[in-house]
């Protein structure tokens, strides 16, 4: 059966989205490209040198790109980064990213909310990255985002599914897609967010902090795939429940029931 | 928005029943090991192989009750303030060609029911009427909210449906929650079991709570009449319901009431008897589906299965019931209900019995901030 999930009307076979940057030499792009099976790249706009060489001259063609506004602090900049990609021949895909804390680099929703709004309306196709927040999620989803992007923990740390029980909640109640994105580090724990119903997971610094970022994207393509496997499957159960307990004590009473 | 009826229509009888019938023990333990559930489990649940298995999942059903709303039931008792109704439901008491005499209390009668229940402790109180918009308009049932808001920190309606701004008129007065059972989910069983009469309209009826939700009203209870239709049936179509309310108006709390038909009610041939394996299975199945929706269980039920159902998830009961209008303020006649009162226990023996179970008795669960005491209230 074929798997494929949309945004904005595109199809995609790979649920694995990459990114660009971390890499020791950006020559290593088209083979991780190539291992992960990725169809969606995001690149940081700041790192796009117009008129020339930089990472774009390595993404293979065919790769859809997903500009990302890395450095915006402000809804403002994120829009004037997106509207320069536009014009750059990036296509009308954009990843918004706002961070004005430093420290942590924790998105900040609300200016993140702004420049969704905005950029909707001028007919870019959304993908915002926030902390895993309900209301903000719904807010998003109400100014034009095509998918939501919530954080597994905090960018670069490589620490997994911190976030898991908020991502839950994204999966159950937002009805555009849910990629998962920040702070994945290991391919198990990538499948665990497909297991748990995420439509998708970006990964970068785990794949480009590994030893071996070639392995490691083809590492994480396979789990990637596993998961949602498992999701589509449902998970098994854990033996027989009936032979845990020989009496009723909650449902003892239907017997006095049928007799009375 | 996917409307309700495109929602339901996701799952057109075939395809349900195809499910039910390829769903194995397996399947059935899988969903007990779930944290959450989709509504294919909520439907495996609601399955014959989850049958042998009613004992493992009211564990989880338990588990969840006591996660979300503790050891805590709240009590209310309803409020019948007219029994004039232009409808011909098949099943109800109040059927139009029933020949029996009607009544219909003027604001100042419903005052006096109304304070009489208030002296007994109530505080949550559930205004019902038939279904007569003339002579029980919109305006007439909020001229009765006004006049005993001060008394009741709550106050329901489970009148017929409205219109939006009919209800955001309703929750202007006071009203705070509404309560409207759909009966069945079957339309074409729907328009036999409602020949004549303006609940006929079976869309009207069943937007009714999306209605409520957009006028602003903080609560809604959904439910079917169980019996009218094929266990399966209704019982998922009702989860369905509260699902898709709970995730369209996250800022309403959404319950579900289990009203169960007797045989012997009347002359009405109960086609699909519920048995009392079946009934539990369905507080189960919705427990563990929607673990944050109250459960309601009326007096429909014996005192003897209300009690053993709150460990398994019925947060809300009601209590000192008549289902009858007028007559209780002033120890006078009272004529038929609308249905039969099986549990007829008071406030006070309610409260005894839900402590005698360990759990406790919530008179007063709700008060609405902003509300202030109105000058038509009654003295």
Redesign the interface.
């Known amino acids: 059966m074929e798997d494929t999930f949309t945004i904005a009307g595109v199809a995609l076979q790979s649920r694995l989205f990459i990114g660009t940057g971390k890499y020791a030499s950006d020559s290593l792009i088209p083979r991780v490209c190539e291992a992960s099976g990725s169809e969606v790249i995001t690149v940081a706009l700041r790192r796009v040198g117009m008129g020339q060489e930089g990472v774009m001259d390595h993404i293979p063609q065919g790769m859809r790109l997903l500009p990302n506004t890395s450095g915006a602090r402000t809804a403002e900049e994120a829009v004037r980064l997106a509207r320069l990609a536009k014009a750059a021949g990036c296509g009308n895909w954009v990843k918004i990213e706002v961070i004005s804390d430093t420290r942590h680099l924790l998105p900040d929703g609300y200016e993140t909310c702004k420049a969704t709004e905005l950029l909707a309306k001028e007919g870019f196709v959304v993908l915002p990255y926030i902390n895993p927040d309900l209301y903000v999620a719904r807010s998003l989803v109400d100014a034009g985002a095509s998918v939501v992007m919530p954080l597994a923990a905090p960018i670069g740390s490589n620490r997994g599914m911190r976030t898991k029980e908020m991502i839950g909640i994204l999966i159950e109640e937002i009805d555009v897609p849910i990629i998962v994105d920040a702070g994945l580090g290991a391919p198990s724990q990538a499948c665990e967010a497909m297991e748990m119903g995420a439509a998708a997971c970006l990964v970068n610094t785990g794949i480009a902090s590994s030893g071996d970022p070639v392995a490691m994207a083809c590492a994480f393509k396979i789990a990637v795939e596993a998961g949602r496997k498992a999701r589509i499957a449902g998970l098994g159960g854990c033996g027989s429940m009936g032979e845990a307990h020989a009496s009723s004590p909650l449902t003892g009473f239907l017997d006095q029931t049928v007799a009375r | 928005m996917e409307t309700i009826s495109e929602y339901l229509a996701r799952w057109p009888a075939a395809q349900r029943s195809d499910f039910v019938r390829h769903v194995t ?12 559930l989709d509504v294919r489990d909520f439907l495996t649940l609601l399955s014959p192989m989850a049958q ?5 999942i ?2 989880k059903a ?1 588990d969840i009750t006591l996660r979300f709303f503790g050891r805590a039931v709240n009590l209310f008792t309803p409020l019948y303030i007219s029994d004039v109704c232009t409808n011909q439901c098949r099943y109800c008491g109040f059927n139009a060609k029933n020949t029996q005499k009607r009544t219909h209390l003027s604001v100042k009668e419903a005052c006096e029911e109304a304070m009489f229940l208030h002296n007994g402790g109530h505080r949550h109180i559930l205004l019902l009427t038939g279904d007569a918009r003339t002579l029980s308009s919109p305006d007439y049932i909020a001229d009765v909210v006004r006049a005993i808001k001060p008394y009741f920190a709550s106050i329901g309606i489970e009148v017929y449906a409205l219109q939006r701004d009919e209800y955001a008129m309703l929750v202007e007065a006071g009203v705070d929650s509404m309560t409207m059972f759909q009966e069945t989910y079957d339309p074409s069983l729907y328009a036999w079991l409602h020949p004549v009469g303006p609940k006929h309209d079976y869309l009207f009826r069943l937007n009714a709570p999306t209605r409520a939700a957009e006028s602003g009203i903080r609560s809604i209870g959904v439910g079917a009449l169980l019996g009218l239709a094929p266990f399966e049936q209704d019982t998922f179509a009702t989860g369905l319901h509260a699902f898709w309310l709970q ?1 369209n108006f ?1 800022g309403v709390d959404i319950g579900i009431s289990i009203p169960r038909i007797c045989p012997h009610e009347g002359s009405f041939e109960v086609k699909y008897p519920v048995d ?2 079946h009934f ?1 299975q369905y507080v189960l199945a919705l427990r563990c589906f929607l673990p944050r929706c109250s459960i309601t269980c009326s007096t429909r039920e014996s005192a ?2 209300r009690d ?1 159902l709150i ?2 998830g019925v947060t809300r009961v009601s209590a000192g019931v008549s289902t009858a209008v007028g007559g209780r303020a002033k120890g006078g006649e009272q004529h038929a209900g609308q249905f039969e009162i099986t549990d007829h226990r008071s406030l006070a023996e309610m409260v005894a019995a839900i402590e005698r179970i360990g759990y406790q008795a919530v008179i007063k669960d709700w008060e609405d901030p902003t509300a202030s005491s109105a000058s038509t209230a009654c003295a």
């Open positions: 023990r397996e399947n059935v333990y899988a969903v007990l090991n779930k944290e959450t042998p298995e009613l004992e493992a009211a564990k338990n995730h996250p009392d394996r539990v003897f299965m053993h460990p398994l």
